[in-house]
C-alpha cells in the first residue's frame, strides 16, 4: 500500500504563488506514475497535472498548462506543484494520487490511480 500526504495549501491572493507538496510512503517502489487533481465545491474532481515517476513525462490541464509545474524528489519520496499566477478559479481542495501499473501514456481518469491522500485546500482571493 502507498500513502500519500499533501501539504502547502494556504490563502494566497490572485496572481499569487504556491506550492503543494506531496510526500509518499508504505510501498513507493510501486509507483509508476504520481499526480494532482482538485476539486471544488460543487465540482467533479479534476486533473490538474502528473508524471511519470521514474521518467521525465508530464502532461498538464489545459487550464494550468504554463503557470502550474510538476516536478518530483525520488530521494524524499515527494511530487511537487508549482502554482504561479493564480486565478480565483484555482480555489479547490488538491489531491495527491498514484498509479501502480504502467500504462500507456499518463491517465487523466481519477479512476485510474490506485492511492489519494486526503487533499490539501488552496483559496485564492480576488
Known amino acids: 500500500q502507498v500513502q500519500l500526504v499533501e501539504s502547502g495549501g494556504g490563502l494566497v491572493q490572485a496572481g499569487g504563488s504556491l506550492r503543494l507538496s506531496c510526500a509518499a510512503s508504505?510501498?513507493?517502489?510501486?509507483?509508476?506514475?504520481m499526480g494532482w487533481f482538485r476539486q471544488a465545491p460543487g465540482k467533479e474532481r479534476e486533473f490538474v497535472a502528473a508524471?511519470?515517476?521514474?521518467?521525465?513525462?508530464?502532461t498538464y490541464a489545459d487550464s494550468v498548462k504554463g503557470r502550474f509545474t510538476i516536478f518530483r524528489d525520488n530521494p524524499k519520496n515527494t511530487v511537487y506543484l508549482r502554482m504561479n499566477s493564480l486565478k480565483s478559479e484555482a480555489s479547490a481542495v488538491y489531491f495527491c494520487a498514484s498509479r501502480k501499473r504502467r500504462v500507456i501514456g499518463i491517465p487523466r481518469s481519477r479512476d485510474l490511480y490506485d492511492a489519494w491522500g486526503q487533499g490539501t485546500q488552496v483559496t485564492v482571493s480576488a
Open positions: 508504505g510501498r513507493t517502489s510501486d509507483i509508476y506514475i
Open positions: 508524471l511519470i515517476w521514474s521518467g521525465e513525462s508530464t
